[in-house]
């Protein structure tokens, strides 16, 4: 959507957040670059509470776009279980809602919308602040202002443009009518379904997207009687979807994606004064509390291709050789000397752990069988890294993945010598069952129904 938030996760990254630290953080010349920073998750009594941040260093009560992918993070990080949750910022509780197995589409409850002067605020008597006249900058526009839990002026034009924006979003922003500064919407309404707009963001400047001034100019467009409750909000940086509820709640769904994952380097960190630091809690396992305090990044996954066919070969081989098991490269492993047509090219996948040096630490792959029936194969991982909650990590990420390929079932063969592979299966709720036949190296078959 061309609008990037960094999260820094607390119990990974002890930071202290001063509006100097924010700022040089958010500088893209200078820090690591951002429109702002999602700070949690902390908690706050049920719910997991997230602090958003401007880059000029000052603190925003919501953000549509941050929530959606503080959201994303939540989730993939298994924070949340569930596909609906509840996010505390200090505008408000956000329900969240997760609508597809990638946590790639996101639907916000943005709450209750507010035309009242005294709750954006509005300096003035206390009234609607509807249809009213602005004089700054030696021109009058008509203004609608409100708050979805953060403050809005939106403005309808026939004609917006990002030079308008730029021109007449910080004049509106630091007006003395609104105490608080407020984020400011050029408005365009195309049809009864459809708007576009131009966002000029308080503490932030020119934005390509933003999901809340969406719902703001969805909502004030609602107001005016331009538009119908379901609309299109049509912005430089993509398109999001807003619903005005009967009840008067206002609906945000839109997209959302990972760019990237990392730590600081040394120079900023010292800049910032930064401790990475061990989560405070086992929901997420990508690496030793130790390598988190060393600042060493977690071992990521990745895609594999052919040019991994001889590394994950090295390391399936040397996982059998320690526990006394033969390659059979002519039945059994013969997959992985072509990974690409024996996974990816049936419909399947494969997918590689790798340190931060490069080497390929752990594997697996998801070998389709009959409909709905997936295979797990090659899960592996080096005896070096064992013990740090990386089995655990692979075996979470091959479940969510067969998921995502529409598999209901999947099943495997092992060893009954790997004694710690299978206490890992049948916690994760695999049962033995006895299959038609049996690899020449397998003793055991195991099946897990996909919920």
């Known amino acids: 959507m061309g609008n990037d938030y960094l999260v820094i996760d ?6 202290n957040l001063t509006p100097d630290a924010i700022r040089l953080i958010c500088d893209r010349h200078f820090g690591v670059g951002a429109d702002g920073i999602l700070y949690g998750p902390l908690k706050e009594g049920k719910n997991l509470r997230v602090k958003i941040f401007n880059p000029d260093g000052s603190e925003a009560e919501k953000s549509g776009n941050g929530l959606r992918i503080f ?45 009242l002067s005294t709750e954006i605020p509005v300096k003035g008597l206390k009234r609607e602040v509807v249809d009213e006249e602005l004089q700054t900058g030696g021109a009058k526009h008509r203004i609608t202002c409100l708050s979805v839990g953060n403050p809005h002026c939106v403005i309808p034009m026939d004609v917006i443009s990002e030079q308008k924006a730029r021109e007449l979003g910080p004049l509106v922003e630091n007006h003395e009518l609104f105490p608080n500064r ?37 909502a004030a467009a609602h107001k005016l009687g331009l538009v119908d409750d379901r ?27 990972r760019a990237f994952e990392g730590c600081f380097g040394p120079h900023l960190e010292e800049k910032l004064s930064v401790r990475q630091s061990p989560r405070l809690s086992d929901l997420s396992d990508l690496s030793d509390p130790s390598d988190r305090r060393g600042r060493q990044p977690a071992p990521r996954l990745r895609l594999a291709s052919n040019a991994d066919c001889e590394p994950i070969a090295k390391l399936v081989f040397g996982v059998l050789n320690e526990y006394g098991l033969k390659p059979a490269l002519a039945s059994t492993d ?41 295979e797990l194969r090659k899960m592996y991982l080096h005896k070096a890294y064992r013990g740090k909650g990386l089995g655990k990590r692979l075996l979470d990420d091959a479940l969510a993945k067969a998921r995502q390929l529409g ?7 092992t060893a009954s010598v790997l004694k710690e592979a299978i206490a890992l299966y049948e916690s994760y709720g695999f049962v033995e069952y006895t299959p038609d036949h049996l690899s020449s190296r397998c003793d055991q078959a195991y099946v897990c129904e996909l919920k």
């Open 71 to 115: 959201a994303r993070y939540l989730y993939e990080e298994r924070y949340v279980s569930r596909k609906h949750f509840s996010i505390a910022t200090s505008g408000g509780i956000v329900e969240a809602q997760i609508q597809d197995d990638m946590a790639s589409l996101i639907r916000l409850n943005m709450g209750k919308i507010s035309f």
């Open 231 to 257: 609309v299109t909000v049509k912005m430089p940086g993509g398109n999001l979807f807003v619903e005005i509820g009967k009840d008067k709640q206002t609906y945000l769904t839109g997209p959302v994606e």
């Open 10 to 15: 607390p119990e990974i990254h002890d930071v």
């Open 334 to 374: 013969a997959d992985i000397e072509d990974i690409e047509s024996s996974y990816f090219g049936r419909g399947g996948t494969f997918l590689v752990l790798e340190a931060e040096d490069g080497s390929i630490i752990g594997a697996y792959g998801l070998y389709p069988l009959e409909e709905h029936t997936c």
């Open 182 to 218: 407020i984020n400011v919407q050029l408005l365009k309404v195309i049809n009864r379904e459809t708007i576009e707009i131009r966002i000029w963001e308080r503490g932030a400047g020119y934005t390509l997207s933003s999901g809340s001034s969406a719902c703001a100019a969805t």
């Open 407 to 413: 598999f209901r079932k999947m099943v495997l063969e």
